[in-house]
C-alpha cells in the first residue's frame, strides 16, 4: 500500500527546535516532489514547504523561511523539516504530502494525492 | 496568492446540489486543486488541474473554472460528504490554500 508515516512531533518551548520526519512506502519516492502542510488547532490548511524529487529545489511558505528546511534522503525514502526558533503560532498538525503531476501541452500540474496521517507539534512554555 | 472561498459554511440536506465559489487574487490558468477533510482525518484529493476527477472519487463530485474563478459542485449531497473543502493553488509558491468552506447538516 502506498503509505506515508511522520513522526518527530513534541511539545517544545517557544525558540526550540524540531526535526519533523516523513516515511514512504509502496511508491518510487524518488520521483516524486513532497510536501509538507500544517493545520493549527480548529483552523484551516496551511501549505509550509515543498522539494523536488532530486533535493535541488525547494520552497516556503513566508513565515517559515529562514526557520525551516526540507531535506529528503532518497536511499531511505524520507524527507524532513527541521525547524528552528519555534514559536507559539507553529503549534499545529503536521502532514506530510505527496505530490503527482500531470502534463497538459507544455504545462505540468501538481497535486497533493497521498496524505501521512499527521504528527503534532505544540510549542508552549 | 490569495485564496478566498465562499460560503464558509453551509447547512445543506441529503440529495441536495451544493456549489462552492474559490477564487485567486490573480490568474492561476487551471492550477486549482479541491480538498475535502473530514474532523480528525488528512485531506483527501477530491480535483485536480480545475476539473480533472481524482481516481476513486465519486462522479458526483465536479469542478470547473479557470482564470480566477473555480467552482466545486457536489451533485445530490450524501451523507458521507459532509466535511470542510479546502481549495488550493498549484500555480507559484507558497501554494497556498483557501479558508475553506464547512457543509454540514
Known amino acids: 500500500d502506498v503509505q506515508l508515516v511522520e513522526s518527530g512531533g513534541y511539545l517544545v518551548q517557544p525558540g526550540g527546535s524540531l526535526r519533523l520526519s516523513c516515511a514512504a512506502s509502496?511508491?518510487?519516492?524518488?520521483?516524486?516532489?513532497m510536501s509538507w502542510v500544517r493545520q493549527a488547532p480548529g483552523k484551516g490548511l496551511e501549505w509550509v514547504a515543498n522539494?523536488?524529487?532530486?533535493?535541488?529545489?525547494?520552497y516556503y511558505v513566508d513565515s517559515g523561511k529562514g526557520r525551516f528546511t526540507i531535506s529528503r534522503d532518497n536511499a531511505k525514502n524520507s524527507v524532513f523539516l527541521q525547524m528552528n526558533s519555534l514559536r507559539v503560532e507553529d503549534t499545529a498538525v503536521y502532514y506530510c504530502?505527496?505530490?503527482?503531476?500531470?502534463?497538459?501541452?507544455?504545462?505540468?500540474?501538481?497535486?497533493?494525492?497521498?496524505w501521512g496521517k499527521g504528527t503534532t507539534v505544540t510549542v508552549s512554555s | 496568492i490569495q485564496m478566498t472561498q465562499s460560503p464558509s459554511s453551509l447547512s445543506a440536506s441529503v440529495g441536495d446540489r451544493v456549489t462552492i465559489t474559490c477564487r485567486a487574487s490573480q490568474s492561476i490558468s487551471n492550477f486549482l486543486n479541491w480538498y475535502q477533510q473530514k474532523p480528525g482525518t488528512a485531506p483527501k484529493l477530491l480535483i485536480y488541474?480545475?476539473?480533472s476527477l481524482q481516481s476513486g472519487v465519486p462522479s458526483r463530485f465536479s469542478g470547473s473554472g479557470s482564470g480566477t474563478d473555480f467552482t466545486l459542485t457536489i451533485d445530490s449531497l450524501q451523507t458521507e460528504d459532509f466535511a470542510t473543502y479546502y481549495c488550493?493553488?498549484?500555480?507559484?509558491?507558497?501554494?497556498?490554500f483557501g479558508p475553506g468552506t464547512k457543509v454540514d447538516i
Open positions: 522539494i523536488k524529487q532530486d533535493g535541488s529545489e525547494t
Open positions: 504530502a505527496r505530490e503527482s503531476s500531470s502534463s497538459w501541452g507544455h504545462k505540468y500540474y501538481y497535486y497533493m494525492d497521498v
Open positions: 488541474v480545475a476539473s
Open positions: 509502496g511508491f518510487t519516492f524518488s520521483r516524486h516532489w
Open positions: 488550493q493553488q498549484s500555480h507559484s509558491p507558497p501554494f497556498t
